[in-house]
């Protein structure tokens, strides 16, 4: 059974941090590439960050780059978003999800365009 756990969300203050994680079972990182993706109320989902499966670059979306870094550790088999001066407008609920490396790519990200599976989320809320 694949399972993807986030954790790490919470109450911060503007310009603070937080460290996103997300935690995967039933698959390795060898064959699912890890992204994030975040829902505000209201609003469309979103991708945030994920890593290339056709070269070895990195997406984040233009709102988060400077701020936001993306990083695995294959040994632990998670990924983790580390949140750098947050701001009023990141707050949502943020999730993982894990697509096969082989699936097709999205040209404007270079991951995969379907992730076929899901974590629950976590909430991330900005707030002085």
């Known amino acids: 059974q694949v399972q993807l756990a986030e954790s790490g969300g919470g109450l911060v203050q503007p310009g603070g941090s937080l460290r996103l994680s997300c935690t995967v079972s039933g698959v390795t990182l060898d064959d699912y590439a890890i992204g994030w993706f975040r829902q505000a109320p209201g609003k469309e989902r979103e991708g945030v960050s994920c890593?290339?499966?056709?070269?070895?670059?990195?997406y984040y979306v233009d709102s988060v780059k400077g701020r936001f870094t993306l990083s695995s550790d294959n040994a632990k088999n998670s990924v983790y978003l580390q949140m750098n001066s947050l701001k009023p407008e990141d707050p949502a609920v943020y999730y993982c999800a894990a697509g096969h490396v082989d699936a097709v790519v999205d040209v404007t990200t270079g991951c995969p365009y379907e992730n076929e599976f899901w974590g629950q989320g976590t909430q991330v809320t900005v707030s002085s």
């Open positions: 890593k290339s499966t056709i070269d070895d670059s990195t």
